[in-house]
């Protein structure tokens, strides 16, 4: 009788630890604001451990997690409640989402989004896209997404063009091809842009893709006369030439090139060559005199 008293006894003090603590605890959580929810994440290693065999399930339902908490976060703001996102918290879920089930597409879509236009962090946002990469060596759109952040984000167009370069062999949109030959130009890789543009033109099947291509490479080879002539302008005076119509009256150039695209040819205060069209139809800029460049 004692020892069932006794056991009555445990279960009573347990009963009201269980009222004190969890239950205000829970209600606690459920009433905290979505920043402090989402921050509560065990390690990556506890994961595993948990998860098992259901290591894409509990992935995925990171990646919700972190989906859901941001949506929430905009239905508020509808309403005029701007609470301000935790990005650390939502990398750090999405990172370990990746490390549970690396061939997730949405956890590395999703973090383009935010990390980058939203967050700012770029090298974060590409990291984890490289490392999918290893993964979904099928998927086009993770080099894509690097690519874009390098060129448009971080002005890297060196590595925008390679990134392009590989979206392109994997996905055959030669949109993308057409785009890494851009951003080799703007590299100061024009001569690799040439090549990389002439073995484009030569394989491209549709007739107005291989048009896009011809006018692109034809853009690059007069950039490549006024380069040349550039280059041994400077290496004769030790200087760089004022504008191009320079280049021209003192016999380094026959004539200014003509832009395909309809812009002007022009050089930058650093001597390198631009264009007002930007090698686009319709993208003409205006006055020269306005971004830093001379004639």
């Known amino acids: ?168 062999e994997l996905s055959g949109q030669e949109l993308l091809a057409s785009l890494a030959g851009r951003y080799m130009q703007e590299a100061g890789q024009t001569d690799l842009a040439i090549t990389y543009l002439k073995i484009m033109a030569k394989g491209a099947i549709n007739p107005v893709a291989k048009r896009t291509f011809l006018i692109r490479l034809k853009a690059f080879e007069q950039v490549k006369l006024v380069e040349d002539a550039r280059n041994a302008f400077t290496k004769q005076t030790g200087r760089l030439p004022s504008s191009i119509q320079e280049l021209v009256t003192k016999g380094f150039l026959a004539k200014i090139p003509d832009d395909p695209y309809g812009g002007k040819f022009f050089l930058a205060q650093d001597g390198k060559v631009l264009t007002t069209s930007k090698f686009a139809f319709g993208k003409t800029e205006g006055p020269l005199k306005d971004k830093g460049g001379v004639r």
């Open 1 to 168: 009788m004692d020892r069932v008293k006794g056991h009555l006894a445990l279960l009573a003090c347990l009963a009201l630890l269980y009222a004190a603590i969890i239950v205000p605890f829970t209600t606690y959580m459920r009433n905290k604001p979505f920043v402090e929810r989402l921050g509560a994440l065990p390690s990556v290693d506890v994961l595993r451990f948990l998860s098992a065999d259901q290591k894409q399930l509990i992935g995925s339902s990171l990646v919700m997690k972190v989906i859901i908490y941001f949506g929430g976060l905009a239905e508020l703001a509808k309403n005029r409640i701007n609470i301000p996102p935790d990005y650390p918290a939502m990398s750090r879920t999405i990172h370990a989402a990746v490390k549970l089930d690396p061939y997730n597409s949405d956890a590395y879509y999703f973090a383009q989004a935010f990390l980058t236009w939203d967050a700012r962090q770029f090298a974060v946002a590409n990291d984890l896209l490289r490392e999918g990469m290893k993964y979904r060596t099928w998927d086009w759109q993770l080099p894509f997404f690097v690519g874009f952040n390098y060129g448009y984000f971080l002005k890297d167009y060196q590595n925008a063009a390679k990134y392009y370069k590989k979206a392109a």
